[in-house]
């Protein structure tokens, strides 16, 4: 087997994926706008950029899913790295990681017991649940990975889906090396 050649930063490869990274910035005005203008001027086509606080104050955590090919994504890497309020970078595309979106739908109730028991079928392979029912309308909740979850988005097409909102991705490192670099000590 020949051994993969590396190519320098920003040397494209066509290969066009989806790439997850998680970055730790530091939380003040102005940083959301920086990264995001980053990625924008890559051309990168931004799948999905979740942002929430951590257990550090003053810092949160970004995930961003993307899709790109692997050339123009280690350049992106290199100077997300730069920013001075970027505390850490990881790619976590191929490594292992826990990555969860969720999702709010919107259903035309179903029409008889077996409708509805193949409906609840479909929302728990999708971490999903039903928050309210009415005559008119079932709203639901679906906590998964993209992938269980855009095959379930799929299939509720067909049990009357009318609306719904996608909050993205949040994904970390399921290996223990990244949380001791970042100063956790192994449980």
Known sequence: MAARQTRPAGEADAIHRRHVVSALVVDRPGTLNRVSGLLRARSFNIESLTVGTT???GHSRMTIAIRGDDGHLRQVLAQLERLIEVLDVTDLTGRPHLELELVLVELTPPRGTADKRELEGVLASAGGEILTRDASVWRARLTAAP?????ALEALRSHGLRRLVRAGAVAMAADSSSDIENGATPE
């Open 55 to 57: 257990h550090e104050p």
């Open 147 to 151: 992938d269980a979850i855009n095959r």
